[in-house]
T-cell receptor, first 111, second 114 residues
Framework: NAGVTQTPKFRVLKTGQSMTLLCAQD?????MYWYRQDPGMGLRLIHY???????AKGEVPDGYNVSRLKKQNFLLGLESAAPSQTSVYFC??????????FGQGTRLTVV | AQSVSQHNHHVILSEAASLELGCNYS??????LFWYVQYPGQHLQLLLK??????LVKGIKGFEAEFIKSKFSFNLRKPSVQWSDTAEYFC????????????FGGGTRVLVKP
């Protein structure tokens, strides 16, 4: 049982480059979330989804886009990376009656 | 907007001491509440959760939390900590009316000295 899988685990980008982070879950969960974690700031919600084909903004959505074309996948895109987006990114999924299950995280450095 | 506040950013204590971490949430509707733990270099793991029923919730590793609706609080406790409890602890709430939006507090770093 894989749970929530994030790819890649590490990435270094140059300022202005683009990339997509992939989150996949095999628990048939309706809800999926993307967070960023920065020292002293906890986890801040970037975007989330309440089901296939839906997305919603969280606390810090600027500079990110998301898509949920399939129920099991939630993609996070950075169109033009900035050093301020250096962070650890976590994906999570849940159903209405469960806790959120987290992926292992993606450490992104933008230079 | 829904928010979650954790009272302490850093806590230092000795082994066998008791631990209590405060958590307050702002939303007055139906919420589910959680405590997660993050050990250094790892992802978040669930300690315990509250959905309904008995407001005193027991979790893994000897942790428990009490939901007090009138105070909008969900404090985490452990009677006797161990060195292995050194970690960062996060309180979170899931707001049912907002698409199960899951909001975290800022976290509390706990250091247990041997």
């Amino acid at each position: 049982n894989a749970g929530v899988t994030q790819t890649p685990k590490f990435r270094v980008l140059k300022t202005g480059q683009s990339m997509t982070l992939l989150c996949a879950q095999d628990m048939n969960h309706e809800y999926m979330y993307w967070y960023r974690q920065d020292p002293g700031m906890g986890l801040r919600l970037i975007h989330y989804s309440v089901g296939e084909g839906t997305t919603a903004k969280g606390e810090v959505p600027d500079g990110y886009n998301v898509s949920r074309l399939k129920k099991q996948n939630f993609l996070l895109g950075l169109e033009s990376a900035a050093p301020s987006q250096t962070s650890v990114y976590f994906c999570a999924s849940s159903s209405v009656n469960t806790e959120a299950f987290f992926g292992q995280g993606t450490r992104l450095t933008v230079v | 907007a829904q928010s979650v506040s954790q009272h302490n950013h850093h806590v230092i204590l000795s082994e066998a001491a008791s631990l209590e971490l405060g958590c307050n949430y702002s939303y007055g509707g139906t919420v589910n509440l959680f405590w997660y733990v993050q050990y250094p270099g790892q992802h978040l793991q669930l300690l315990l959760k509250y959905f309904s029923g008995d407001p005193l919730v027991k979790g893994i590793k000897g942790f428990e939390a009490e939901f007090i609706k009138s105070k909008f609080s969900f404090n985490l406790r452990k009677p006797s900590v161990q060195w292995s409890d050194t970690a960062e602890y996060f309180c979170a709430s899931k707001e049912r009316a907002a698409g199960n939006k899951l909001t975290f507090g800022g976290g509390t770093r706990v250091l247990v000295k041997p």
